[in-house]
């Protein structure tokens, strides 16, 4: 009963690959958002989809592209995979604006090598 | 824009000390904070929040008290435990934006 689930939880590839990560919310929520936690563990937003629709799209390499089939769902696809790109990402979701709080899943640990 | 400042870290106590990890904001309008912990290895967990002026939010003996004459959501624990170890985070989302402004993390470590 996992409220938002991301998967993978670890992945660890080769620097030019390119991979996914897979986010799932069951909580009816109807915005959901994508944020980059670096080395120091300073977060930052990276996508927002609000009922599917792109509403935030920071300063972010286009090697990045999310993609939301449903408002369920918000993946996040990276081609051409860089050493700065390891981080952990954190997937979440809220209802409206998130005055009453995101819910966060618990991570993807990319390590590009 | 709307930002947050929280104190810098590491933060290192004995079991039983009192904690308090300042966070002042930014905001336009009437924003909602919040305070979020992420233990080692895991994900950010909402520990507390506070929707307008004067509110006091509170959870697992944490506090924290909506001040905007001050523009401040500082988190206070009366008597830390070990399993209090933790990254802490103060947050806010403003009226006007869909985005969680996060501070940059406060590291606790309790001793026993």
């Known amino acids: 009963d996992t409220a938002v689930s991301q998967t993978p939880k670890y992945l660890v590839t080769q620097m030019g690959n390119d991979k996914s990560i897979k986010c799932e919310q069951n909580l009816g929520h109807d915005t959901m958002y994508w944020y980059k936690q670096d080395s120091k563990k300073f977060l930052k937003i990276m996508f927002s989809y609000n009922n599917k629709e792109l509403i935030i799209n920071e300063t972010v390499p286009n090697r990045f592209s999310p993609k939301s089939p449903d408002k369920a769902h918000l993946n996040l696809h990276i081609n051409s995979l860089e050493l700065g790109d390891s981080a952990v990402y954190f997937c979440?979701?809220?209802?409206?604006?998130?005055?009453?709080?995101?819910?966060f899943g618990s991570g993807t640990r990319l390590t590009v090598v | 824009g709307n930002s947050v400042t929280q104190m810098e870290g590491p933060v290192t106590l004995s079991e039983e000390a009192f904690l308090t990890i300042n966070c002042t904001y930014t905001a336009t309008g009437y924003p909602s904070l919040f305070w979020y912990v992420q233990y080692p290895g895991e994900g950010l967990q909402l520990l507390l929040k506070a929707t307008k002026a004067d509110d006091k939010g509170s959870n697992k003996g944490f506090e924290a008290t909506y001040r905007k004459e001050t523009t401040s959501f500082h988190l206070e624990k009366g008597s830390v435990q070990v399993s209090d170890s933790a990254v802490y985070f103060c947050?806010?989302?403003?009226?006007?934006?869909?985005?969680?402004?996060f501070g940059a993390g406060t590291t606790v470590t309790v001793r026993a």
């Open positions: 947050a806010l989302t403003a009226s006007n934006d869909y985005k969680l402004s």
């Open positions: 979440a979701s809220s209802q409206q604006q998130g005055r009453d709080g995101y819910t």
